[in-house]
Structures are given as C-alpha cells and as structure tokens.
C-alpha cells in the first residue's frame, strides 16, 4: 500500500468526517428551534420533529464509517472526473456539495457491475457512458482508516474475505459493500416489475430483499412514500430479526407484517391462528392426510368461493319492496333491476355494487320527487279514510310521514343502507356458510370438515384458512386501504400455496411483488407450491420474470459440499458456494452420552470466540426434552420456540423448521440419524438442508443409530473448482 495515497485518503476521510459533524450539528440546532418556530402549527411541528430526529440518528451511525467505496468516472461529455465516495446513506453539506454518494444513488451502480475501463450507468436523463478509472474498497472502523484496496470486481475474493469471515450478528448490517453483480442486478430491478427469486440456502435472499425495499424508498422518493411499501415474513419471530436493518439502510416507516396479521388486519374481526407445528410434525412423521390443507391454498377452493360468492350475490336485494316507517317508497322489481344493471366488470365487489346501486336510485328519487311524495300522500290518506285511527295513532303517522319526506329529500340514502344490510356480513360468517354448504361447490370427494367447522365457530383459524379470508373479503368490500400499497417484498415464500398469492394480488392491484423463495426449503408440503410457474401463470397472467440465485454466501465450502449430498439425493439444483473453506464438517455417533458430547462441542465453539450458536432439533418435542437435560447440567442457553418473537444470540436450542432464514456462526445437528430424518422422505430431507445450511463457520453433526444415507455417501466431487482460497474463518 502507497504511503502517500494512504495519506491522502487519510486526509480524505477526517475531511469528510469534519462534514458530517458539522451536518450533526446543523441537525441539532435544527431541533431545537422547531418548536419555536412551528408552535402554532402542531401537526407540521410533530413531522418535521421526527424526520429531524430520524436524520441525526442516520448522522450519527453512518459517522463512523462514513463511506466503504470510491469510484472514479469521467463521463465522455465531461471535462472533469467524478470523484464519488460511496456511502450506506449520501451526504450533501450546507453549499449543495456532494460529500458522500448514497450506495443507491444510480452512479453508484458502476461500483458493483462495472469493470475498470469503458462503463456505463442509467440515470434520469439516459445512459451515461464514459471511463471508469478507479474503484477502491476501504477498511474504516470508528473513524478510523485500517486499509484499502484498488479492485477490478466486487467479486474479488479478497474483498469478500472479511464480510464472508465475520459473526452472524454483523453479517446483514455489512452486506451493502459486498453486494454481488447478481444481487445488485435484483436490487435495482424497476418499480413497475414483478420478480420472483428463486435462491439458495445463504444466496442474500433476505438481505437482497431488505436492500430491495431500501433501493426503491430512495429512488421513488418524490412520488411514493417508505408507507407504501409492504413486507411480508414468515412469522413473527422473523419479522423482528428482520426489524431493524431497514432503519440501519436510512428506511423508516414500512410495515412489516406476517401474512397471519395482514388478514387480521384486513378483517377487522377477531379471531386467533393455530399453530402450523402439530401439523408439520405429524406430516414429518408420515401422517400426510392433508387433502384439505391442500385444497384450501388451491385456485380449485378460490374456484368454490367464486361460485358461492355468485350465489351470496344473488340474495344482497331483500325480497321486498323498500318500506320506511310503514310506507312502500320503492318497489322490489326496480330496487333489483337497478342492481342487475351495475357494471359487475367495474364494479367488482358486493360494497361497490350496492354503493352503485343506492347513488342510482337516489338519483331515481330525486327526479320522481314528486311522483313520490303523491304516493306516500296516498298511502296517508288511504290510513285517515279508514276511520279507525285514534288520535295518538294519527299523531303518530304524521310524524312517520314527516320522517319518510325527510329521506325523500335525501334521495332516501340512510334507508336504502340499511335496506342492504347484507353488504355487513361478517367474514367468518360467510366463510361458515361457505363450509357447512361446501359440497355444492367442490367436487364430490370425501373431505371431513368437521374441524373446520369447530375451528370457525371458536374463531381459531388454520394458516390454510387465510387465502379464503382474504378473497371473501375481497368479494364482499374490495380492499381499499390495501390500494395504498406500490410495493410488496414477500420473504421465505416457498411455503405459501398458490392461493395466498392469488390473493395477496388481488387485495393490492396496484402493487408490483419481489417474491423471495427457495423450493429446497419447502417444509410444508402439504400446502405449498410445487413451482413458480404456477404463480408466474395464475398471479400474475405471465407478467412476472424469476430470476436465480445460485451462490451460497453463507456457508464455507466444506458445509455446503456437504449440505449438496441432500439436494443431490431429492433431485435439486445443488448450491454453489463461493471460495471460502473452512473446518471439515464432523459426523459423531453419540453412543448415549450425548448430554456430555453437546457439552464438550459447544466448550468448543465457545472457546472459538463465536457469538451465535445454535442446536438444532427435528422436532419441538426433541428440542424441549434436550434443552431440560441440558439445563440441568447448567448450561446456559435459550429455547427458542415459535412463541419467541426475537434471537439476541448467544447459545439456542432450535427447531430445523424454525430455523429456516435464520443464520449462526455454529451448528450443532443433535442427531442425524436415518430414523430422524429419513432418506425417502422429502420433507425430512429439506428440514436436515434447512438446518445444515444455517452455519456461517462450524457444522458438527451428531447421530445416534445410522447416519441418515445422504450423508453416509462419498463426498461429491468437483462441486467446486477451487481458484484459491480464503483461508479458514474461525471465531472472532
């Protein structure tokens, strides 16, 4: 490394971290004089408060590594090169100056995809050609310059050293410096385009998918607010181990949501979802009766609820003329004519339908006022002719017909509300009608439904029950807060069905999707997708691009080697992990001592200096009973089930099933055994990928009778072409 340039960039850097104090400080002062300038304006003082705030807290983290790259770009119409520092956030000082370029901001691109040489970047006003003369990567730690190096690609194995070596708790706040060409390409992609990525174990599924959401806030600024875009995780427990790096990329204010709590908050209607465990364990252990849980995410079950929706349709006009207060106003014949009329294209839920429908007849009303009124003046006199009313009752009459002139004027909108009453059918309500009466919509075959029934009636719901919740909705009122959303980024999806995302389009027609998913790692078969085809073709009518992530970041090369031995055996596409090794995966037989040989591996690991360790179960009931014994040996360490809603490291005990997204430094498998996970079955097969492939640094396997037969075959060969190697990263 050059002395001299080191100088200079160490000038560089002090200069740069001078900027962003003196922006602190600005920022500061700002937030003190707000409240006397804006005192009279509370609502207005309240926003600019919080971005305030928001900005100095983005200020003060971004401070001690203001920046990670430089580029230097002389564009063919220029005179002058561009000298841009490349940062997690861009700075701009008091003069309008560009200090720091936002990793975001389009020039930035050339960082990631472009050799050095003749490149290119699109910007607002078109393509942008010219010469890239440099690119640097820089080691700064508390404001401090350790290193830096001129490259040619992000690619390059010694820039991915560092980031590949460190600790999982750093990992997804560092990706930004090391995005690939291939990420970077699904980062960028445009607005208005749906993708779905299909990634292996350790590809950046999640951390593209974050970087995605960041990439879009930053571009789309001006016209589309951080509210409008949507995440959608797993379950709660990862949404929160998710939840703070979109502040950390200077995004605030987009919902995260599990797909369980979007129909709840769609509905508006309480009611509690079981637990998908039972369910997954008793598919584990073969009990794979699930042609119910199957149907429900189908498109043939959205079918059914069309043709029970058609027929609901049928009966929203009462039999029976529009009466107020005693007198016909309106008669049935033209109240459900005017229905039929409504454009059902246009118009497409049962709320829109009627709403349509009352502003019509209201109108009616208004022109044949007069018409009206002589007939409910005749009706009145037909009462008084009778003779028989009392004086109580005449009083009585004369006020009902004041109250029907009133409505009369009012184009009789209040009565013709509650005259649809229906259009206030709660959704539970309908989905159970829809069940007890089901056999007139499915095909004839011998579903038991009893359990739905039970389920509806205690309003404690299955998973599977959630796409047909959100469509009956949807039929019934539309989606009109759901409308807002441009974006949606849906992470772990492969075990979704086809009708959740049938669905999810349907409630937000005007937001393009970046689906996230890894086949390898469906767990549920019973309710998920067999390929993204089928939401290619029936989501999106085709208008839907997958892409491919095919790189393993994750794991070194040893683990993966070994993890491929199981896609390998079901038929998948095997992972291709980067050029990084490591230790050489063990496999221990545990010969009934395996409290002692737990023991003595996780010393191991502690001693190794890792942060984030994980034992990883089959199955809840193995977890429980292993971390007991554990517990009373006086280990420390937490058990985590799917009531935990966050990981703050340290040792765990896990299911494979919960693990899945999450990642450690070390792994720990507690028994790998043929009769755990057995060979012919392709659900335990994903869970032991799903839970070897969670290791950043160290895999041990254990196993108690015979190794389970993916693992006791030779290594695959040549699944690498070793071009060198990053030398071992162990513990921190």
């Not at 807290?57 to 220029?78: C, H, M, Q, T």
């Not at 794991?555 to 050489?584: C, D, F, S, W, Y």
Request: hydrophobic share 35%; glycine share 4%.
């Amino acid at each position: 490394m050059n002395d001299k340039i080191f100088k200079v960039e160490e000038a560089k850097l002090k200069e740069v971290i001078e900027k962003y104090q003196e922006a602190i400080e600005e920022c500061e002062l700002k937030i003190k004089s707000l409240p006397k300038n804006y005192r009279d304006n509370p609502n207005l003082l309240a926003e600019l408060m919080h971005l305030n705030r928001t900005k100095l807290e983005v200020l003060k983290r971004s401070i001690s590594k203001p920046y990670f790259a430089r580029i230097d770009f002389k564009g063919d119409n220029e005179k002058q090169t561009d000298k841009c520092y490349i940062g997690k956030v861009g700075l701009i000082d008091s003069d309008n100056n560009i200090i720091v370029v936002d990793w975001r901001a389009p020039i930035a691109s050339m960082y990631y995809d472009s050799n050095i040489g003749r490149a290119s970047y699109e910007a607002s006003e078109g393509i942008i050609t010219g010469e890239l003369l440099v690119k640097r990567q820089y080691d700064i730690e508390d404001q401090k310059l350790k290193g830096f190096q001129d490259v040619d690609t992000v690619s390059n194995d010694d820039i991915l050293k560092p980031y590949l070596g460190m600790s999982a708790d750093h990992r997804l706040k560092n990706i930004v410096s090391t995005i690939q060409a291939e990420q970077n390409e699904i980062i960028r992609e445009k607005l208005n385009k749906n993708i779905i990525v299909q990634g292996v174990a350790g590809s950046g599924k999640t951390t593209v998918a974050l970087h995605r959401i960041a990439y879009l806030v930053y571009n789309n600024i001006q016209h589309i607010k951080p509210e409008q875009y949507l995440v959608i995780g797993p379950n709660k427990f990862f949404v929160t181990y998710i939840s703070n790096v979109l502040p950390d990329l200077d995004v605030n204010n987009v919902e995260q949501l599990t797909y369980e709590e979007l129909v709840s908050k769609y509905l508006e209607e309480e009611f509690t979802v079981n637990s998908s465990d039972q369910k997954l364990i008793d598919s584990i252990d073969g009990f794979e009766k699930f042609s119910i849980e199957k149907l429900k995410t189908s498109m043939l079950f959205k079918s059914a609820l069309d043709k029970y929706m058609n027929d609901f349709d049928k009966t929203v006009v009462p039999k029976k003329d529009l009466i107020i207060k005693g007198y016909n106003v309106l008669p049935e014949s033209l109240i459900y004519k005017t229905y039929e009329s409504v454009d059902k294209q246009h118009y497409f839920n049962i709320a829109s339908r009627v709403e349509r429908t009352i502003l019509l007849l209201s109108n009616y009303i208004e022109n044949e006022y007069d018409n009206l009124v002589s007939k409910v003046n005749e009706q009145l006199y037909e009462k008084y002719s009778n003779g028989n009313l009392s004086k109580t009752e005449l009083e009585k009459e004369r006020k009902n017909v004041d109250y029907v002139m009133k409505e009369l004027r009012n184009g009789c909108y209040q009565s013709l509300k509650k005259h649809f009453s229906k259009t206030n059918t709660k959704v539970l309500t309908l989905y159970s009608d829809f069940i007890k009466n089901i056999n007139k919509y499915i095909p004839a075959k011998n579903y038991n439904w009893n359990m739905t029934n039970k389920n509806i009636k205690n309003k404690t719901l299955d998973f599977e029950d959630m796409p047909a919740l959100l469509y009956l909705k949807y039929k019934l009122s539309g989606a009109e807060y759901f409308t807002k959303y441009r974006h949606v980024v849906i992470d772990e999806s492969q075990d979704f069905g086809i009708f959740n995302f049938y669905a999810l389009k349907q409630i937000m027609p005007n937001a393009t999707f970046s689906i996230f998913g890894d086949l390898a790692q469906a767990i549920y078969s019973y309710r998920s997708i067999n390929n993204w085809d089928q939401v290619i073709d029936t989501t999106f009518n085709n208008q839907c691009e997958l892409k491919h992530l095919l790189k393993s970041y994750r794991t070194t090369i040893e683990i993966m080697n070994e993890a491929n031995k199981i896609n390998n055996h079901i038929g998948l596409n095997q992972a291709q992990p980067v050029i990084r090794h490591g230790e050489e995966i063990n496999i221990t037989k545990s010969d009934n001592n395996l409290e002692d040989l737990l023991f003595q591996k996780i010393s191991n690991f502690v001693n190794k200096g890792y942060s984030s360790i994980a034992i990883i179960c089959k199955t809840n009931d193995e977890a429980a009973s292993l971390y007991s014994k554990l517990a009373k040996k006086g280990l420390k360490l937490e058990y985590i089930d799917s009531s935990n809603t966050e990981y703050r490291g340290g040792l765990c005990i896990i299911t494979s099933y919960l693990a899945k997204g999450l990642e450690f430094d070390a792994v720990i498998i507690a028994d790998a055994s043929e009769h755990i996970y057995s060979s012919n079955k392709i659900i335990d097969m994903k869970l032991l990928y799903v839970a070897m492939t969670r290791a950043l640094h160290e895999l041990e396997i254990i196993y108690s009778k015979e190794i389970t037969t993916p693992l006791n075959n030779p290594k695959l060969k040549n699944v690498v072409k070793s071009k060198g190697s990053l030398s071992n990263s162990g513990g921190k």
